[in-house]
Nanobody
């Protein structure tokens, strides 16, 4: 069974930085796309950034120039470097993986992690 787990959230002051990690485990052969989403209290979940297996990236306008997404295909791991954090970045950040194929031939269209809290406050 494939599992996805986020780490790296926490409390940071405005202007600070955090690095989130997302690790997928479970005899994975390939993952097409990986992405970060976030959900603030009272708001809908929104895309922050995503990256496909070829390295092409996509960012929400609100984080362009401040956040950087990357992935290590060999480790089935994705990262989100968040700089110049603002209070409005406060949310639960979720990892999502799309089109996962395992070594024993199973296919998972989409898997979500449990989320990690990011709080930006002085």
């Amino acid at each position: 069974q494939v599992q996805v787990r986020e780490s790296g959230g926490g409390l940071v002051q405005p202007g600070g930085s955090l690095r989130l990690s997302c690790a997928a485990s479970g005899s994975i052969a390939s993952i097409y796309a990986m992405g970060w989403y976030r959900q603030a209290p009272g708001k809908q979940r929104e895309l922050v950034a995503d990256i496909n297996s070829g390295g092409s990236t996509n960012y929400a306008n609100a984080v362009k120039g401040r956040f950087t997404i990357s992935r290590d295909n060999a480790k089935s791991t994705m990262y989100l470097q968040m700089n110049s954090l603002k209070p409005e970045d406060t949310a639960v950040y979720y990892c999502n993986v799309d089109s996962v194929r395992t070594l024993n031939g199973l296919f998972y269209p989409r898997i979500w992690g449990q989320g990690t809290q990011v709080t930006v406050s002085s």
